[in-house]
């Protein structure tokens, strides 16, 4: 099952980033007293009491005026409302109730998703507690105090937050169909893909502001064998602020890679890899998920001999954490080598489920150790006692080991490749975890 996804939602200055801050438990927002500066990452993974979540911080209202921030908290709300299961609504004890609160608090309590009402900035819950009593009036449940900054009420906040989470039902543990997320910036021709592989005009493809607005499931069928395609595709308005799209189509990513076993990233031939095509592969390649990624738009490129061989180096230079990638060029819109698209999911598929036998794997180790010695430091050397895969999706794989510091991630690196070399794992990462045993 997939992990849920918290969003936080609030008014510029509430302590959003600060709360976030304090759950991922590192500083990943940079946080500043000036409004709108959250500009770094914007996902986390969260644990608490045993489950894991993902948690999105909505940000970016910049300022400017009381119509700007409402019109854009009021997209933070939107986002939130399509990609969340639980939404934790964010306020202020100090700057009180204000107009902009309760209008978001409406759009939030007609979306039917659960609501935690968060009052930030309780330093002193004897002394601020009346003033937290105001927050009723937005009618979307009790106000859950904390401070942030100093971490009170956090772990009230959470336990109201993961009573929310869906449970896992039957059906879900049943459906093993392989579920297969096709993300990428807007416009890269993600909803053209699913429409030629589905063989009908079922994506709507359209500038329209809100004609794609919760991602799709679409099932497809190929030979005989049922596909469900998540899909991100042409995600609501043209935003004027660039960086407002970005963060946009990096949220839906996050959630829709979250579901997926495989996901193809979709990038735009005529335009080449970019940046943020590496931030979407880069969560892709965190969540230990099959990648693909599909050249879309091919039939629009001038070629020679040369072509493919300088678009692939290109992208494997951009993406250069990943070189287990499958590259697959297409064109959705002629319906070049789509179909192809299935058997490469196939194949990801099995590889990243592939279990490899212990004595297997310990005879390439041994072989490797033998063509490479391993490293030494102040005169000890490091001893590679034992190696075993314990799970799969990412296929991942435990290594016993005398000093974990001797452990160079360059040799950690020289055993993934031969593990490589003997099994393929294409489309797949590979995860090591070092333990430390004693001799003897």
């Known amino acids: 099952m997939s992990k849920p996804v918290v969003a936080v939602v609030g008014r510029p200055n509430v302590g959003k980033s600060t709360l976030f801050n304090a759950l991922a438990g590192k500083r990943i927002s940079i946080v500043q007293d000036t409004p709108g500066v959250t500009r770094d990452r914007i996902y986390a993974d969260v644990t608490w009491l045993n489950t894991a979540f993902t948690l999105i911080d909505t940000g970016g209202i910049e300022p400017e005026s009381q119509d700007i921030i409402l019109s854009r908290m009021r997209e933070q709300a939107q986002i939130a409302i399509d990609t969340a299961d639980v939404i934790l609504f964010m306020t202020d004890v100090r700057q009180g109730l204000v107009d902009a609160d309760s209008k978001v608090a409406d759009m939030l309590r007609r979306s039917r998703k659960p609501v935690v009402l968060v009052v930030n900035k309780v330093d002193s819950f004897e002394k601020l507690m009346p003033d ?14 904390v401070s942030a900054a100093s971490k009170l009420g956090i772990g009230d906040m959470l336990d109201e937050v993961v009573k929310h989470f869906p449970k896992e039902s039957q059906d879900e543990m049943e459906d093993d169909r392989p579920r297969v997320a096709i993300v990428g910036k807007p416009n890269v021709g993600k909803s053209s893909l699913i429409n030629r592989l589905v063989g009908e005009e079922r994506v709507i493809v359209s500038d ?4 794609t607005r919760d991602a799709i499931d679409t099932e497809v069928i190929w030979q005989d064998r049922e596909y469900v395609f998540i899909d991100t595709a042409g995600l609501r308005r043209k935003s004027k602020i660039k960086e407002e799209l970005e963060r946009f189509s990096i949220i839906r990513a996050v959630t829709a890679v979250e579901r997926a076993d495989v996901v193809v990233i979709v990038i735009d031939a005529t335009e080449g890899v970019t940046e943020q095509d590496a931030k979407i592969a880069g969560i892709a390649h965190e969540r230990g998920k099959g990648i693909i990624i599909a050249v879309n738009k091919w039939d629009a490129v001038e070629k020679d001999d040369k072509t493919v061989y300088k678009h692939t180096e290109r992208i494997r230079e951009i993406l250069s954490f990943m070189p287990y990638a499958e590259i697959l060029y297409i064109s959705a819109k002629t319906g070049q080598r789509t179909r192809k698209l299935f058997q490469m999911i196939d194949v990801v598929l099995e590889n990243n489920s592939m279990r490899v036998a212990t004595g297997v794997l310990n005879e390439i180790m041994s072989e490797a150790v033998a063509m490479q010695q391993p490293p030494s ?35 950690t690196r020289y055993l993934e490749n031969r593990i490589r070399d003997a099994f393929g794992f294409q489309g797949t990462s590979l995860k090591f975890i070092i333990r430390e045993r004693k001799d003897g």
């Open 132 to 145: 937290v009593y105001e927050f009723y009036n937005l009618g979307i449940g009790d106000p859950v105090p």
């Open 208 to 211: 329209i502001a809100g004609t």
């Open 377 to 411: 430091d102040k005169g000890k050397r490091l001893k590679l006692f034992y190696i075993t895969q314990v799970a799969v999706k990412p296929p991942t794989f435990v290594i016993f080991v005398n000093d974990r510091e001797l452990m160079h991630f360059s040799y």
